[in-house]
């Protein structure tokens, strides 16, 4: 089988939108409107020669729990069935709590996971994603999964994890 990598992360931080880039085609459904995208949806993905099985993860209506709940636990079974994780943040809003819920998850794990700082449309919005190393996963890797910046260099150490 495939080398799994799964993308987690808070409805709305751009998670489809990085599949997408990652894919080179639409297919994970973009959406304004947190709430859109199936619980997890498998893609064939393909870096360097090196193919995957690429998860998008949310999109899930909130249960009575709430919305912590869900993203928590959704990121729980995709860290689960994963090789390796991408965990997306929005770098415009920074860490909420619900990211710090998927963080306490993330620390526990021994597979290698990649703190994504998405929507760093801009250079001049680089320095603010260095606050992120506060959440004890290592570096941040700034991306704009709308625009293409930085994709090519997270993947290049994704894969080289795998
Ligand atoms: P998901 O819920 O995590 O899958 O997020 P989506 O991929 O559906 O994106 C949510 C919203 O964020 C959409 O309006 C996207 O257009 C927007 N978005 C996603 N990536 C970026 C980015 O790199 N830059 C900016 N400015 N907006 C983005
Ligand atoms: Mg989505």
Known sequence: ???????????????????????????????????VTRD??????????TRFTLVDTGGWEPDAKGIDASVALQAEVAIELCDVVMFVVDSRVGPTATDERV???????????????????DAVQEPEVAQLWSLGLGEPHPVSALHGR????????????L
């Open 1 to 35: 089988a495939l080398p799994v990598v799964a993308i987690v992360g808070r409805p709305n931080v751009g998670k489809s939108a990085l599949v997408n880039r990652i894919l080179g085609r639409r297919e994970a459904v973009v959406e304004d409107v947190p709430g």
């Open 40 to 49: 997890r949806v498998s893609y064939s993905a393909e870096w360097l020669d």
């Open 103 to 121: 963080v306490q998850l993330l620390r526990r794990t021994k597979k290698p996971v990649f703190l994504v700082a998405n929507k760093v449309d």
């Open 150 to 161: 930085g994709v090519a260099d997270l993947l290049d150490q994704v894969v080289e994890a």
